[in-house]
């Protein structure tokens, strides 16, 4: 047997706004797996290679995650946890080179989910 689905506190399925959460996460960090070394990127990855706007740019995915959790009712320490993730992937992440390799080791968007998978026990 399952077991039971809490909703959040808009009422929707907790279980699956987590799902729909990660599987944006995964499009974002892990997307696809780089031939030869096996090392899994994400369009955050790519859109880094583009200099100037493509950190900023990644940002909204990122930004819709914390928004998301705000909805869900997820304390202050918890935003402020995912901010300083969201943050750092950004401000690394403008620095050619170093922050297109720090994109593809950090990966923010499923740091940021997994905190809510813990605070959430789900």
Sequence with gaps: MPPPV???TTGRDLTRELDQLEAIANRMDTMFRLPIVGVRVG????????????DTVALAPAGYIAYR????GVP???????G???GVDWLVGLVPLVGDLFDVAFKANRKNV?????????
């Design 6 to 8: 809490t909703p959040d």
């Design 76 to 82: 202050n320490h918890v935003l402020a946890r995912m």
């Design 84 to 86: 300083v993730n969201i």
């Design 114 to 122: 997994a905190l809510l998978r813990r605070h959430f026990n789900a």
């Design 43 to 54: 369009l955050d990855s790519i859109l880094g290679l583009i200099p100037g706007i493509g």
């Design 69 to 72: 959790a705000q909805q869900m």
